[in-house]
């Protein structure tokens, strides 16, 4: 079997309930003198999970909110650095997670397009040549372009991040609720860039509360319960696990529970982590 793309072994993350999410360097080397043990309001949004994701697979993580999915992208990503375990990534990430936090606020559209491209490794000539296409599929408005981005709406912030990040090349996807963003017109648009790049024989991870997405991109799912990876299976299979266990939960809290698409979750439901 070829080496896989994407490999996580024990892989854990702990937040500590008193000082949020964030970690900076001066905590982990702390962290790494105290070793991993849980202090007083910790908790451990992902834990022990292992998995492997070969070139060309598309594969969904299903799950409540506050199950850890957002976390364990990240954990992959390399935003976020693990307590225990670890994951191997080979090959460039082309991350669609929080579109709009790379922009520079003061920067006009046209500068963030070269900074952003930059950072993720385009050469200046390639951000040349792919501008026009970058703004057209962001469908910016004339004269926006050279408006400072804080003067953007959110909406436009995020087209303006996915069609840059669509125009990168590298191996590994990271998708995070994206496709749940924007107009009809410009979801149809994020499908066909998503198909044209798996198309290529990329290697996509889905984070998405849509079971119609999940079933259209992913041939395999990871069913996170409660930071735990309780699931590795068939996307179809994942799903129906999903589905029933907030069955049961519903039936047990005297709630309503729906799929991943359904608007009705069970009584008092997780926040998104």
């Keep these: ?118 950072l993720h490794g385009l050469s200046p000539e390639v951000i040349d040549a792919r501008f026009d296409e970058v703004v057209e599929f962001a469908d910016l408005r004339e004269g926006y372009i050279d408006m400072p981005v804080r003067h953007y709406s959110s909406g436009m912030k995020v087209r303006l991040g996915f069609a840059l990040v669509a125009q990168l090349d590298h191996p590994v996807m990271l998708v995070d609720e994206v496709l749940a963003v924007g107009d009809e017109e410009f979801r149809q648009k994020c499908y066909r860039a998503i198909e044209g790049m798996l198309g290529e024989d990329r290697t996509m991870v889905l984070v998405s509360h849509s079971e119609a997405d999940l079933r259209r991109f992913c041939s395999r799912g990871l069913y996170l319960k409660n930071g735990a990876l309780a699931l590795d299976a068939d996307i179809d299979t994942a799903l129906r696990a999903y589905q029933e266990d907030l069955r049961a939960e519903g039936e047990q809290r005297g709630g309503t529970a729906r799929g991943p698409a359904g608007a009705d979750t069970p009584a008092g439901g997780d926040q998104a982590a």
């Design 1 to 118: 079997m070829p080496e896989p793309v994407i490999e996580a072994a024990g892989l854990g993350i702990r937040f500590s309930a008193n000082r949020g999410r964030r970690r900076g360097l001066r905590e982990v080397l702390a962290g790494l003198r105290r070793g991993s043990r849980t202090g007083r309001g910790a908790f451990w949004p992902v834990r022990d999970a292992s998995f492997r994701i070969h070139r060309g697979e598309c594969v969904g993580i299903v799950g409540k909110n506050g199950s850890g999915k957002s976390t364990l992208l990240k954990l992959i990503a390399g935003v976020l650095i693990p307590d225990e375990g670890r994951v191997e990534v080979r090959g460039r990430v082309a991350p669609l997670l929080e579109l709009r936090a790379g922009f520079n606020g003061r920067l006009t559209g046209r500068e963030n397009i070269h900074l952003v491209g930059s």
